[in-house]
């Protein structure tokens, strides 16, 4: 059974930063390619992230420089770097890998 669990999320004011954990269970995140994905209210899901099985990563124009992708493989764990964060990075996080989905934390930015 494949279990994705995200934390970390919380209030930062802007330029603060914040690092969200997705441990994985019943996958080796070694084996597979992850994604962070984000939604604020009212908005459609917005790609925030990839990193891939051989350990590339990629980022939309709007988190690049300021997020970065790792992996711990020792602890199947994933982690979302974010720092100077923006008011509009306000969103609900998620970790994703094929059809499973991690239930979110909450990111807020707000002064």
């Known amino acids: 059974q494949v279990q994705l669990q995200e934390s970390g999320g919380g209030w930062v004011q802007p330029g603060g930063s914040l690092r969200l954990s997705c441990a994985a269970s019943g996958i080796l995140l070694s084996n597979s390619q992850l994604g962070w994905y984000r939604r604020a209210p009212g908005k459609q899901r917005e790609f925030v992230a990839i990193f891939t099985r051989s350990g590339q990563t990629y980022y939309p124009d709007s988190v690049k420089g300021r997020f970065t992708v790792s992996r711990d493989d020792d602890k199947n764990t994933a982690y979302l770097q974010m720092n100077d964060l923006e008011p509009g990075d306000t969103a609900t996080y998620y970790c994703?890998?094929?059809?499973?989905w991690g239930q979110g934390t909450q990111v807020t930015v707000d002064s």
């Open positions: 994703n890998w094929e059809q499973y």
